[in-house]
């Protein structure tokens, strides 16, 4: 049921995303083949309004899961989660990666999954560059499950791991 009701909110948001005010006034101030226009006149009620959604939107969260690929609270560990941070990132541009501290250790943890299988799968994928990457249950901003960094295919097709076949 919880997993349905993610799926019902990251719709709704997709698709208040996709009414952005700014993006339908601009089609409606382009002239016609005619020469005709539309006028548009913007209320302040509208705006704040419009901003109050948005606002809520990226703020909404929901609990899923990220891959941790560093962990440590060594001497140098805000140096070394930077440079993990910047190699993945440069190894896998389409899989968002975040950089948190949790005193006493700093964490580089990447995806943002809605299920352990979601996880699992990315796990199997950065798992040859990163062998002691581990999933953790985090609260996910549905903000960044509906900005992708690439389209849904390319995602797919950079996820893509070839299992070996049972005989």
């Known amino acids: 049921m919880r997993y349905f009701l993610c799926i019902i909110a990251l719709c709704a948001s997709l698709c208040a995303s996709a009414q952005n005010i700014e993006r339908v006034k ?23 309004a419009v901003r109050a959604v948005e606002a809520q939107r990226r703020n909404k969260e929901v609990n899923g899961y990220r891959i941790v690929i560093f962990s440590n609270n060594g001497q140098y560990a805000s140096d070394n989660a930077d440079k993990v941070l910047s190699e993945f990132k440069s190894l896998y ?34 798992l040859p560059n990163y062998p002691k990457a581990f999933p953790r249950r985090e609260s996910i901003r549905i903000e960044a499950l509906t900005t992708p960094l690439t389209t849904p295919v390319e995602a797919a097709d950079s996820l893509m791991v070839e299992l070996p076949l049972l005989e």
């Open 93 to 126: 541009p389409h899989i968002n990666a975040y950089l948190v501290y949790e005193s006493p250790y700093f964490k580089v943890s990447v995806g943002d999954c809605l299920s352990m299988e979601e996880a699992q799968i990315l796990m199997a994928k950065i």
């Open 26 to 48: 601009h089609e409606l101030l382009k002239t016609s083949i005619e020469g005709s226009s539309v006028n548009v006149m913007d209320d302040d009620g509208t705006k704040s």
